[in-house]
C-alpha cells in the first residue's frame, strides 16, 4: 500500500462535482486534513455556482470551478470546458488529489492534474468498463470506519491515507461578514435570535418535495403552538412552492427566499432556534451549523443521508410505500419516487415540537 503519511504535502486538490449536500459533507474530510497536515492548502473543484458557499464558510482555501452545464452540453462543449479546468488545476501543481466524486469525468481530471498522490475508491461506485481505468494509487473503501451514511464513503480516504480521524461531522464555521449580513437580516425584519424556525420546502428533485400546502398547515400549528416565527429560505427557482405555501398559510411568515446569498445561508441558520425542510442540501448546512434539524424523507434512507452532527429528527413514512404518485414515480430511483407526499402534517409537527422540547434544556445553559 502507498504510505502517504511522510508528505510533504502543501496543496490537496478534492474533486467533489456534484450537489451541495456532498460538499457540506466533504468538509469533514478537509477539516480533518488541515489537521493533519498543518498550513496545507485545501481546493475544491466544484461547480462554479458552489464555490463561496466553501470559501465563505472556512471549507477551503480556494475553489476551482466549472460550469456543469457545460459538461452536459455538446461534445465540442464539454471538450472545452475539461481542458480549461485541467490548465487552471496544473498551474496548482498539486501534492496530491483526492476524488470522491468517482464518475469518468472525475477520474480522467484526477489522472491528468500531476499529483503524485491520486486517492480513489475501490471498487468504483459504477464499474469501470473495460477502457477506463482507476489512475489512483491510494484506494479507498467505498465506506470507510464501518459507515453506513454517506459521510463516511467522503471520510473513507483518509482511513485510505491512514489519518487519525479526529473530526467526524462536517461544521461550516462562517466568516465575520456573512454573520454580520445574517445579522442585519434579522434586524432588517425584527426577527429575535433563537426565536424563529428556518423552513426550506425545495430540493433538487420534484420527488423529495412535500407539498406546500402540508408545509403551509404545518407552520400554522407550529407557530400556534410555540409562538416562534417562521423564515422561509430556498433559491430564486423555488418560488411557486413559496407562493403556494405563503398563500395558503395564516400564520405571518417572512419570506427570505431567493434574497440570501448561498455562502450567507449557514450564518443565518446558526441564528434560527429550528431548521424544517426537505432532504436537500440546506438541510445539511443547517446540521452543519450546529442547530436541531427536522428532515423531511420519503424513499431516500436517512441511514444513508440523514442530517449529522446536530441534534436531528428524521421524519419518513412507513415503508414500503404505499404509492401516491402512480404514473409519477420511477422505483428504485429516490429521486423520483413521491414517497414523501404521504407524511402527514400532524407526523411532522409531533417531531418538531419533540425535538425543540428536546433541546430546550441546552439553549438555556448556553443563555
Not at 432556534?273 to 423531511?296: C, E, K, T, W
Not at 409537527?349 to 419533540?354: D, F, G, K, N, S
Request: hydrophobic letters at 45%; a positive charge.
Amino acid at each position: 500500500m502507498f504510505q502517504a503519511r511522510p508528505g510533504p504535502f502543501r496543496s490537496i486538490l478534492i474533486l467533489q462535482t456534484k450537489h451541495i449536500g456532498d460538499l457540506v459533507l466533504a468538509t469533514a474530510l478537509a477539516k480533518n486534513l488541515q489537521l493533519e497536515y498543518p498550513g496545507v492548502r485545501i481546493v475544491f473543484l466544484c461547480d462554479a455556482r458552489f464555490a463561496s458557499l466553501l470559501t465563505a464558510n472556512g471549507a477551503a482555501s480556494e475553489v476551482v470551478t466549472f460550469r456543469r452545464s457545460h459538461m452536459r452540453g455538446t461534445p465540442l462543449r464539454r471538450l472545452q470546458e475539461l481542458i480549461v479546468t485541467l490548465v487552471r488545476l496544473r498551474r496548482h501543481h498539486f501534492d496530491m488529489t483526492i476524488d470522491i466524486t468517482d464518475t469518468r469525468t472525475s477520474r480522467f481530471i484526477s489522472g491528468l492534474v500531476g499529483a503524485r498522490v491520486r486517492v480513489g475508491y475501490h471498487p468504483s461506485e459504477r464499474p469501470l468498463r473495460w477502457f477506463e481505468r482507476q489512475p489512483a494509487n491510494v484506494k479507498a473503501k467505498p465506506f470507510g470506519y464501518g459507515g453506513q451514511h454517506f459521510l463516511y464513503r467522503y471520510l473513507s480516504p483518509l482511513e485510505a491515507l491512514g489519518i487519525e480521524l479526529r473530526v467526524r461531522f462536517p461544521a461550516l464555521q462562517p466568516q465575520p461578514s456573512e454573520i454580520a449580513k445574517a445579522l442585519a437580516l434579522l434586524d432588517k425584519f425584527h426577527l429575535r435570535p433563537n426565536a424563529f424556525v428556518a423552513i426550506h420546502a425545495g430540493a433538487s428533485f420534484p420527488g423529495r418535495r412535500w407539498q406546500p400546502e402540508r408545509f403551509a398547515a404545518a407552520i400554522d400549528r407550529i407557530w400556534a403552538e410555540t409562538g416562534l416565527d417562521v423564515v422561509l429560505v430556498g433559491g430564486p427557482d423555488e418560488n411557486e412552492a413559496v407562493e403556494s405555501i405563503l398563500a395558503a398559510a395564516k400564520t405571518p411568515i417572512v419570506n427570505l427566499a431567493g434574497s440570501v446569498q448561498l455562502e450567507t445561508l449557514p450564518a443565518l441558520f446558526k441564528q434560527a432556534r429550528l431548521f424544517l425542510g426537505n432532504d436537500s442540501g440546506p438541510m445539511h448546512m443547517a446540521a452543519a451549523a450546529g442547530i436541531p434539524v427536522v428532515g423531511l424523507f420519503g424513499l431516500q434512507s436517512p441511514v444513508r443521508w440523514g442530517p449529522v452532527g446536530a441534534p436531528s429528527i428524521p421524519v419518513r413514512p412507513s415503508m414500503p410505500c404505499d404509492c401516491v404518485g402512480d404514473g409519477l414515480c420511477e422505483r428504485p430511483d429516490p429521486n423520483k419516487a413521491c414517497c414523501v407526499w404521504r407524511l402527514e402534517v400532524a407526523h411532522v409537527v409531533e417531531a418538531v415540537l419533540e425535538l425543540l422540547a428536546r433541546t430546550k434544556t441546552a439553549l438555556e445553559a448556553e443563555m
